[in-house]
């Protein structure tokens, strides 16, 4: 189509630069079709991605080749009005190409002055347009628009886009009322230009209207539109109108398997994704490009699928990507999730072009793999650094217990000026909390009140949990009684209510949970449901975390991985372990903390032959193991059918050699453990003394334990002193070594332990039962009075007592620790706290439902035989977990077999 010259008057046409108006687009009222009222709220001025940005469909330049514009002889002609200097169209045309392509906008402005003098050219104007806005001046492009007496779709639909992509999307709904109210009929291009404004705000409401609009004017066998909408559908979590979508396109593009792959992943639909994946290859012969292998290798990470991302990674080199930025810094978060240190160095090694993410993904790799040293040389290799780079370098630290090294990160940040973010800050607070250093967390609580944080929510939150880990109770209930209770008062909420879960104070953490939900003010998000099932399963209160479990399920919350793995969590603790399984079966998605989830569960219930079993099926899946994993897995060689020290002492070799995982104190713990529970003592012995690196009091610690459970106490004494010289403070120590004595009766021996204890100042951490009945927790010490029905639980405890003692039951003064006569020691035997615990249960409780008692520390002998005979005389099954796992009494038996 040959370019028609306008004969109007030209300087009226177009404004100067430097007269550009400065007051954003006004409105004009709409056609009745939008509606307006929509468009007012408060733009979310956040960067949203689709899948069909990447065609840049929307773009200037795109748009202004659109018009298929050819050169005909008035092109080529040229003007003077005044008989000066000629100036050719084609030149115009070529400077602004110039101009946008090396980002120069004086040469833009220069043009924009000359072609003021010229007669309105309404392509040369689009020109402008599409040169100003390539230069990101949208302002100087609007201003040429406004000038455009006769202003097309490319003029409109080019700064439609242009507002939408510069987070200016109100000012792109406003221009494309106007255009529709000038009567301009919009084209695909501008359709796709005003679904972008609705993805970014993610508008449904309006997006649902112009999706009205498309089909009215029949664009919508447009793949280009077709895939805007799907993306933003997909945006706005409408994932059964992108596949209705996707299945009534008549064809099809790379970008649109693009849009629907991704929309599925979004809800966790893994198995979804890779079956689409499947069909775009055996359906529309297409192989995909980055885009799609990136997004896949993302949900094989987050799905810890392997094998799967091993198949995305082997159809990359076949496509050639491999060396894809995109798709190279892509495995290698894959391979962090899911492969080894080793796949991930090689990968780095041969890439061709390294960006900022690529070094940054390193150093959270290294970090992931627990390798802090290489982690720290990748950033001092890094040719430049963000504040991302420094951002993974501190979180890291803070993974890797590093308290100390990430403050002095921290601190350096500050010097050289880095821009310190929310994500910096939380992640200081939460390495000052690893440190529970009460001065220093007081210090970095000075310097973010300083510098003006301090009312930010997320950071306000992040303070008192520090406050709460470092032991500042006092301060954190200051902060929570100053918080405003709004509806930014979640999250403080949330925090203090882990912040009394985790000082012991577990009734004011339910009590704060019911008054919150009861006046509205807590929204249990999904962070929030996390936070509150651990509390549940951490108190043993499994009403409540069934309540959570049905807010999650209706509000949709169970696809989010984190709220799902608490659930599970939840349910085994508290006594449940048939409804984890279920849930974990039901699960859209696993990661590795799904399974380790699942394996502790089947530990705490003791059942180390159910726990291989799940191993067996991580191995054939292809799950990738971490160092928790391997510490699950060890320790249920303890509490298997028969002994398989075997196999354990195979597996603990195949860390290193097969899943290049360098085993910690942890490990070496937790197999000491297993050969001290089947007897082998002196081998356990023998192992720690040949350890690659000096073993921390943990590793004697679980000897000593065994030689508790043994009553060696030969070897107990030898351990006792080494551990004693390693922790001469941790009274938890002394209160091991005199077990060991006075279970073997050697009461002096314990005697002199504890005097040696009082000496030095030491405290034991009290033994704590409690019962929960009716939604209250209701806690029991040694002997303790202060419950309001004491009378009647002291009576019902003399006569279960007496029902007992007329059973069989004797009681087993060897667990008393004190040198007293034998009627007193039955007298501190009589009054346990699991003792009372169990008797106000059954006084509470419906006949022939159980007892659940919960214990902060190791159920004691006698209490376990005592509980043994109340199952008998009783007839009812009492359920208990202390800090070894849990015991099921019933008609006279434990679950644990009377070997814990």
């Known amino acids: 189509m040959a370019a028609v010259l306008s004969s109007s008057p030209p300087h009226h046409l177009f404004f100067h630069f430097s007269s550009m108006p400065k007051t954003p687009l006004q409105p004009t009222s709409p056609p009745p079709f939008l509606s307006l009222s929509l468009f007012k709220r408060k733009p979310y001025y956040q960067l949203h991605f689709s899948a069909y940005s990447a065609q840049s469909l929307s773009s200037p330049q795109f748009l202004f080749a659109s018009e298929s514009y050819t050169h005909s002889s008035s092109s080529s002609s040229s003007y003077s009005p005044n008989g000066g ?250 391979y962090t999730e899911c492969g080894s240190v080793k796949d991930v160095a090689a990968l780095f090694e041969m890439m061709p072009i390294r960006d900022i993410i690529t070094w940054t993904e390193m150093i959270t790799a290294y970090m992931d793999f627990g390798l802090v040293e290489l982690a720290e040389e990748i950033f001092d290799e890094m040719p430049e650094r963000n504040y991302f780079s420094y951002n993974a370098l501190l979180a890291g630290l803070c993974r890797n217990g590093k308290g100390t090294r990430a403050l002095e990160l921290f601190v350096s940040m500050v010097k050289d000026g880095v821009q310190l973010t929310e994500f910096t800050l939380t992640s200081v607070l939460n390495g000052c909390g690893l440190l529970m250093d009460c001065k220093t967390s007081e210090q970095i609580h000075g310097f973010i009140l300083k510098i003006g944080f301090g009312s930010n929510a997320c950071i306000e939150a992040a303070l008192l949990d520090m406050c709460t880990r470092c032991g500042r109770m006092a301060d954190a209930k200051k902060m929570f009684s100053r918080w405003p209770f709004d509806e930014d008062s979640s999250m403080i909420r949330t925090s203090m209510i882990c912040g009394y879960a985790r000082n012991g104070q577990p009734d004011e953490a339910i009590s704060l949970f019911n008054i919150s939900q009861s006046e509205g003010t807590m929204v249990v998000d999904e962070i929030a449901s996390t936070s509150v099932l651990g509390l549940c399963g951490s108190v043993g209160c499994q009403d409540m975390g069934k309540q959570i479990h049905c807010y999650a399920l209706k509000s949709g919350f169970l696809s989010d991985l984190r709220v799902g793995n608490a659930i599970v969590s939840m349910y085994y603790k508290c006594w449940n372990m048939d409804d984890a399984i279920k849930i974990f079966n039901n699960m859209p998605s696993h990661d590795t903390v799904s399974w380790n989830g699942l394996l502790a569960g089947y530990l705490l219930h003791r059942q180390g032959d159910e726990a291989l079993a799940i191993w067996s099926k991580m191995k054939k899946i292809g799950i990738k193991p971490d160092k928790v994993t391997f510490v699950l897995i060890i320790s249920a060689y303890r509490t298997t059918s028969s002994n398989l020290v075997d196999d354990c002492r195979i597996l603990f070799l195949s860390m290193k050699n097969i899943y290049e995982i360098e085993p910690t104190s942890e490990h070496y713990a937790s197999f000491v453990g297993v050969l001290g529970y089947w007897g082998l003592l002196e081998e356990a012995e023998e192992m720690i003394s040949k350890m690659p690196f000096e073993p921390k009091a943990s590793v004697w610690r679980a000897l000593l334990d065994s030689c508790r459970i043994h009553l060696n106490t030969t070897i107990g004494r030898r351990v006792a002193k080494r551990i004693l010289a390693m922790e001469p403070n941790d009274p938890s120590t002394y209160i091991l070594v005199s077990n060991l004595y006075s279970a073997s009766g050697r009461w002096h021996w314990s005697e002199l332990v504890r005097e040696d204890m009082r000496e030095r100042g030491f405290q034991k951490h009290p033994g704590r039962s409690w019962i929960i009945c009716q939604n209250k927790i209701h806690s029991f010490y040694a002997r303790d009075k202060s419950h309001p029905q004491v009378k009647d639980i002291y009576s019902g405890l003399e006569i279960l007592i007496l029902e007992c003692l007329k059973a069989g039951y004797v009681p087993d003064t060897s667990f008393v620790l004190h040198e007293v006569e034998e009627h007193q020691k039955k007298d501190f035997l009589f009054y346990h706290s699991a003792k009372l615990a169990a008797t106000y249960g059954l006084l509470m409780t419906r006949p022939g439902k159980p007892i659940r008692i919960m214990k902060n520390i190791i159920l004691c002998g006698d209490c376990h035989t005592f509980l043994k005979y109340v199952s008998i005389i009783t007839k009812r099954e009492i359920l208990l977990r202390d800090s070894s796992g849990f015991h099921c009494f019933s008609r006279g038996h434990c679950s644990c077999k009377d070997y814990w």
């Open 85 to 334: 200097e000629k100036f050719s169209i084609d030149g115009l045309f070529d400077l602004l190409r110039l101009s946008a392509r090396y980002g120069d906008s004086q040469l833009a402005k220069a043009v924009h002055s000359r072609i003021l003098k010229l007669e309105e050219h309404t392509y040369l104007g689009n020109a402008l347009i599409a040169a100003y806005l390539k230069l990101g001046l949208v302002s100087d492009a609007y201003s040429v628009l406004v000038g455009l007496s006769c202003p097309n779709v490319v003029s409109y639909t080019a700064l439609i886009s242009g507002f939408s992509k510069s987070s200016r999307e109100d000012e792109a709904v406003e221009l494309f009322f106007r255009m529709r109210e000038s009567g301009i009929e919009p084209n695909e291009y501008s359709f796709v230009a005003i679904l972008t404004a609705c993805i970014r705000r993610l508008e449904l409401q309006l997006g649902l209207q112009v999706h009205a609009m498309v089909t009215k004017v029949g664009h919508l066998n447009s793949v280009f539109v077709s895939n805007a909408l799907m993306g933003m559908y997909g945006k706005c979590g409408c994932l059964d109108f992108v596949l209705k979508l996707f299945g009534e396109m008549p064809h099809r593009d790379t970008t649109s398997w693009n849009t629907v792959i991704s929309s599925v992943l979004k809800e966790c639909m893994h198995d979804k994704a890779f079956k689409l994946f499947g069909d775009m290859k055996g359906n529309d012969g297409l192989t995909g490009d980055n885009f799609t292998l990136s997004i896949l290798l993302t949900a094989c990470s987050d799905s810890a699928s392997f094998m799967k991302g091993q198949e995305v990674h082997a159809h990359a080199i076949k496509m050639g990507l491999e060396a894809n930025l995109s798709v190279s810094n892509a495995l290698i978060g894959f």
